[in-house]
Structures are given as structure tokens and as C-alpha cells.
């Protein structure tokens, strides 16, 4: 008896029939950035493709986003007023609920995530109230209001919600108050592994959320702990969140395996604004095949484990797919 050491070479349509891993367009959650105005839509430079857009231009892109197949976003908005509690928006007539509003109207097929935070909105940018004494997020007044945030998301028509601040409790906070709103089935997507990320950078120039002192570090994660990401996102299944998320996605693939293996909900990553720009910016200035880098990327993530991506490239993979 020998063992055979010589592996079949399978031809290409057996390699397709066996391929573990794939990655279609109802993977994705496409973020997009709405500010106030008509007609405007202004590139990022520091993230090539993405665009800050007021309300009627966010319309068109779902119009044109539902053509590739791509019927889920994620909506974060960029208020023309921004005070120390983020009041434009915890108010019926604020931007988030405006756009909201608008998207489910125009296109009800659309299914809308909003993103729950007050980094945005507040003119420190941080993603809750300041404790001035302290210097630092307060985090129960925090949850107050995030729960008022939640129940203007959920009027407003919103499809799910999705905390980012990482405060301690935000899950049962929120899931008491949607239930005592009476939306006891408007599921919550929780930020629930997010680590404090030089990975952001980009994001805080199309949303203008940098912090004017100090960082999210004492609310966001280390990037140095791995039981502390399992825990965190444990913490908040055990709080009754539907989908748990790891944000950034490829630093901390570990953590999303581990999660995962530990965990019977579907979960998420968020491909970040820097992740983004890398590719990006590699690819225009011709060092890699951008295309096929950014799908080996996407099944990456399918392979550790996601079952949800939230990506700025989502658009154009939704376009690569159609090929
Ligand atoms: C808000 C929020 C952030 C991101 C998503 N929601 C910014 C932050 O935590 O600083 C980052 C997304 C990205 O970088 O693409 N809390
Ligand atoms: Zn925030």
C-alpha cells in the first residue's frame, strides 16, 4: 500500500463546482453619505468614488444601484448644524430622518440600514455627550439619547438599525426602547467589535467627524486584544442584537473566524474608509490588478466567516459581478 501524494488537477469548471466560497451582490450593504442641498454631489478626494450627496442625488444613486442589483445601504448623515448633544439628530426634520424619509418613499424595495452614532453630528466629534469635567463620553447620558436616535431612525421608515458608538448597554437601551415604540421586529445590527482604527481617517473627512480633542480610545477597542473582541461581541447576542459586526474587516480577520465559531447570529464586516483608499490608490497608480485584488479581498471576507459586507466598493463589484 501506497498513499498517493499526487493531487487530481481539477479543470476549471470542477474547480468552480468544488469553490467553497462566494461572493454575490446580496453580500453587500453600500454606504452612502447625505448632506443637505439639491444637486450636489462632491468626491471625497481622499476616497476617489464616494460622495457626499444631497438628498434628490442620494435618490438617483439608489435608482441607478438598484439597476447592478444592489438593494441595501447604509446611511450616514452630515448635518448643516452640529451642537454638543448632535440635536440635528434626534429631530423628526434633521437630515437622517429627511433622507430616510425620501429613499423609502421613492424606492420602498430599497432596504435601508441607518448608522446610529453621534460623532456626526456633535461639534466635538465624538460619538456621545462630553462629561466636561471629565473630558470624556459620558457613557448612560449617551444612551438616552441614543434610543431618542432610534426611534426617529425607526419613524422615519428606517429597515435596520446600527449602532457605531460602542457604549456599554446600547443594545438592550435600544432594544427596549424599539420595543416600547412598538417595532419589536425592526432588527439591530450591532457595531459590536469595533477597534479604535487609524483605518477611519478617510471616513472623518466625508463625514467631518474628527475629533476636535483627544480620541475614541476609551470607548473603542484595542487593537492589541482578542478576547476582549470576542467578549464585546458576545456581550451584545447576549443583549438581543441581531447581527454582530467587526469594523475594520482585513486587519482583524482573526477575530471575525473567532467570532464567528462562537456565535449562532450572521455577522458582519465593515470594509473601512482607509481599507478603501489603499486599494484605491494602488490600484490608479497601476501597482496592482485593482479589480482582482478587490474581489480576493470581498471572498476574504466571506471566507473568515462574514455573511454581510458593508463596503464602499459595492457598487463596483455589483458592476464586476454583472460581467
Ligand atoms: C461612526 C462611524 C465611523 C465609521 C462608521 N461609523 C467612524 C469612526 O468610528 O470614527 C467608520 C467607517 C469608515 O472608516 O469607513 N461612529
Ligand atoms: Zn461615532
New binding site residues.
Partial sequence: MFQRFRRTRLNSHLRSLVRETSVGVNDFIY?LFVRSGEGIKTEVASMPGVFQMSIDEVLKECGEIKKLGLYSIIL?GIPDVKDSIGSDSLCEHGIIAKAIRAVKEAHPDMFVVT?L????YTEHGH?GIIDEKHQTVNNDATLKISAQQAIVHAKAGADMIAP???MDGIITTLRDALDGAGYENLPIMS?ST?FA?G??????DV?E?TPSFGD?ASY?MDPANRREAIAESISDELQGADILMV??ALAYLDIVREIKDNTSLPMAV???????AMLKMAGKNGLIDYERVVMETMIAFKRAGADIIIS?HAKEVAKMLQK
Fill in positions: 454606504p450616514f448608522d452614532c453621534f460623532c456626526e460619538c457605531s458608538g460602542m457595531y469595533k482604527s483605518y477611519y481617517g478617510p471616513f472623518r463625514a467627524s475614541r473603542q469594523k475594520p465593515y470594509n473601512v474608509s482607509g481599507e478603501y464602499y
